[in-house]
């Protein structure tokens, strides 16, 4: 392989490198931008569950469809009901009090996994036009591009040992020395 062929590979590689990173780092940017529209219909979905809850304990507490249980099974089935009533409000008011920084921090903690991928399978992205929403994909951006450095530099180190390894000679052939033709 001469020079100027050694020369025009490592230049494509370079721009497939470049190719490959702007790529990650572009669909971590969107994937990242719709992170606060997720959040918002898990909020929406939350809030549901919350008054759902709410209404249920109200009724049975007033006595309506339960007449047939009796006393403790009623008594299990009212503290029951006020756990996850304000298990879910405290969850929901927690989300909606954190600043938008450490609003996914706060998800993460007090999320509840069948609203979640409720949420998920019902979830319809959105254009992040917000301010929000665009710190959050240039986030998205730069994680993006720094997990993909991280994945490339052990395969980086293994190919520049190689080329070390590899005797000066073989690696370059200089245009002016006659090579053997059939």
Request: glycine share 6%.
């Amino acid at each position: 392989m001469n020079i100027l062929t050694a020369t025009r590979m490592r230049w494509t590689l370079r721009k497939c490198d470049s190719l490959l990173g702007t790529i990650l780092a572009a669909v971590a940017g969107v994937c990242f931008a719709q992170l606060p529209a997720f959040l918002q219909q898990y909020l929406q979905r939350l809030g549901g569950h919350v008054d759902e809850a709410r209404l249920s304990l109200s009724q049975i507490t007033a006595g309506a469809q339960v007449s047939t249980l009796d006393a403790p099974t009623l008594q299990a089935l009212t503290v029951s009901l006020e756990q996850r009533a304000s298990a879910l409000a405290a969850g929901e008011q927690a989300i909606n009090g954190a600043s938008a920084s450490l609003r996914p921090l706060v998800f993460l903690r007090e999320f509840d996994m069948d609203i979640a991928a409720a949420t998920l399978r019902a979830f319809e992205p959105a254009v992040p036009l917000s301010i929000t929403g665009l710190v959050y994909a240039l986030v998205g951006i730069v994680a993006g591009w720094l997990f993909y450095e991280l994945i490339k530099a052990p395969i980086g180190a293994v190919a520049r040992r190689r080329r070390r390894v590899r005797p000066i000679a073989k690696r370059i052939e200089p245009s002016w020395v006659p090579t053997k033709r059939s």
